[in-house]
């Protein structure tokens, strides 16, 4: 077999092409315009002519990734052009309990068509029982990119298309000094936070970008840890800074797409990760003191409001917190 190794030229679509012989060989290179490569590439799934694998080499693994809207425009993992469900569709991870739950619902009443994702297949089930409107269940792991690419490819095969992402999903790690923390709280931290939250806008903004008519919107759940740290929270709030580089990263990416993101953060939705905070929490000062919630009803109130925005607007950046709370001005 050959392995033809790629490298891009100028801006005018040409392509070297240099196929080696499995044992050796010297090479032999010719200039082609890609236009004409593009067919085979595509319906084979870049294992294209010649019977070669097309593969990028080194820095220019990026530089290829521009194949991928031909790709999927040739059917696979799009939704299709004109079909007979133009519903908005909203994928909401995370969506079991809480924050997730009380944004499906919200969704729902106004008319949203909601894919509910989480880990806990009869909460999921419970959760899509409750909705006012067409709704699905999906188990999946976000911070798994099969089970991701899954959730999409669900998605779309049952209704056509991804019009939003409410990227939720999120966990906690024990509140303790940085230097007693087991790395492995990091790490799970880390997977389910940032790397869930990229590999879910990673494939939403895939189809997005593919599907007509094409774009989407893409709300990303900073909390109020992406602006100001709790005492002992590392992890969580690293994971939180980080979203806030994705979500402005995503906008400047998605805008010429017609793809917007924009970022919530949510600062003592009575949720059950946040109930604790009613019998007392840490404080800055070390003292240990309950703090003021609010009904994660309103988070879903300012979800739908970001996500039934225009195409032309977006919220970049919301923050929705107990009024009572002690967020500004803390630490």
């Known amino acids: 077999m050959l392995n033809a190794v790629w490298r891009l030229g100028d801006y005018l679509g040409h392509v070297q092409i240099a196929a080696y012989p499995d044992r050796g060989g010297k090479p032999d290179r010719g200039e082609v315009d890609i236009s004409t490569l593009l067919p085979a590439i595509v319906d084979a799934g870049y294992q294209g002519a010649f019977g070669a694998e097309y593969r990028p080499r080194g820095d220019l693994e990026a530089g290829l990734s521009w194949l991928e809207p031909w790709h999927r425009a040739r059917g696979e993992g799009c939704g299709t052009p004109g079909g007979p469900n133009m519903k908005r569709i909203a994928v909401v991870t995370g969506g079991g309990r809480g924050i997730g739950r009380a944004a499906a619902e919200a969704l729902s009443a106004d008319g949203w068509t909601v894919v509910v994702c989480g880990r806990t297949p009869d909460v999921l089930e419970d959760t899509a029982a409750s909705l006012a409107g067409d709704s699905l269940p999906v188990v999946a792991d976000v911070a798994d990119v099969a089970d991701v690419e899954r959730l999409f490819d669900t998605t779309v095969e049952h209704f056509g298309r991804v019009d939003l992402l409410f990227n939720n999903a999120g966990i906690t790690a024990p509140p303790v000094p940085v230097d007693e923390l087991p790395v492995d709280a990091w790490d799970r931290v880390m997977a389910v936070n940032l790397r869930g939250s990229f590999l879910c806008a990673r494939a939403a903004f895939g189809r997005m970008r593919c599907q007509d008519p094409t774009g989407g919107r893409i709300i990303n759940n900073g909390s109020v840890s992406a602006t100001t740290p709790r005492p002992f929270s590392a992890p969580y709030t690293s994971s939180k800074h980080a979203i806030t580089g994705l979500t402005k ?42 703090e003021a919630t609010m009904d994660v009803a309103h988070v879903g109130a300012a979800v739908v409001h970001m996500a039934g925005l225009p195409a032309d607007a977006n919220v970049l950046s919301m923050t929705v917190m107990a009024n009572r709370m002690p967020f500004v001005g803390r630490g």
């Open 249 to 290: 990263s995503l906008a400047l990416d998605g805008r010429d797409l017609g793809i917007t993101c924009g970022q919530i953060d949510i600062g003592n939705a009575a949720s059950e990760m946040v109930l604790q905070m009613a019998s007392g929490i840490l404080q800055p000062d070390g003292s240990v003191q309950a």
